[in-house]
């Protein structure tokens, strides 16, 4: 088992940035790919953004490219989500993610795991 726990969500003005923050516990974290999907009212759960278990790949969601920066570090148990230029479409609940296979991350099933979200909303 792994036991995620999001911090840093908040409401930002569009053009803003916040830093979300997930620390890990349980089945060892460096086992682990992590990431971040995000859900907005009324849509399914998308993925935004991952980062293998030495930090040598990642991926990110077309529309948070160039905006987003994801991180992790493996001695602090923690990854990490940078969000700059925030948009309003971006508000959403956003969800830290742990799963053993990288390439599969971006697949929802039983063998993700989840935190229990936090609340980033962008105003215009």
Request: hydrophobic residues 30%; charged residues 20%.
């Amino acid at each position: 088992q792994v036991q995620l726990v999001e911090s840093g969500g908040g409401l930002v003005q569009a053009g803003g940035s916040l830093r979300l923050s997930c620390a890990a516990s349980g089945r060892t974290f460096t086992r682990n790919a992590m990431g971040w999907f995000r859900q907005a009212p009324g849509k399914g759960r998308e993925f935004v953004t991952k980062i293998s278990v030495g930090r040598t790949m990642t991926s990110y969601a077309d529309s948070v490219k160039g905006r987003f920066t994801v991180s992790r570090d493996n001695a602090k148990n923690t990854v990490y989500l940078q969000m700059d230029n925030l948009k309003p479409e971006d508000t959403a609940v956003y969800y830290c993610a742990a799963k053993e296979s990288y390439s599969g991350f971006n697949d929802i099933d039983a063998t993700t795991y989840w935190g229990q979200g936090t609340q980033v909303t962008v105003s215009s």
